[in-house]
């Protein structure tokens, strides 16, 4: 059984900062490329960063450049987004997600980011 649960999320003022953690089970992590998403309230799900099976690559949202940073622990099969300088506009729901090419991506439940004072 697939499984990505993901923690971490909470409120947190203005210019703080939060690491979201993604642990995944049933199914082989280090092959899938790792992405955490967000969505706002009343607005699109959008990629927030994303980083390749063997951590060689990374990706990120322009809003979120320089203040967030993806990572990956393959042998605790968990992923992390580290958040820094968090403003009011990074609230959202957070969501994990892993993909592979020619395989179906998996998400999981999410977790509450609230930025404010």
């Known amino acids: 059984q697939v499984q990505l649960v993901e923690s971490g999320g909470g409120l947190v003022q203005p210019g703080g900062s939060l690491r979201l953690s993604c642990v995944a089970s049933?199914?082989?992590?280090?092959?899938?490329?790792m992405s955490w998403y967000r969505q706002a309230p009343g607005k699109e799900r959008e990629l927030v960063a994303a980083?390749?099976?063997?951590?060689?690559?990374?990706n990120y949202g322009d809003s979120v450049k320089g203040r967030f940073t993806i990572s990956r622990d393959n042998a605790k099969h968990t992923a992390y987004l580290q958040m820094n300088s968090l403003k009011p506009e990074d609230t959202a729901v957070y969501y994990c997600?892993?993909?592979?090419?020619?395989?179906?991506?998996?998400w999981g439940q999410g977790t509450q980011v609230t930025v404010s004072s």
């Open positions: 997600n892993a993909r592979i090419v020619f395989g179906r991506p998996y």
């Open positions: 049933g199914f082989t992590f280090s092959s899938y490329t």
């Open positions: 980083m390749t099976a063997t951590g060689s690559g990374t």
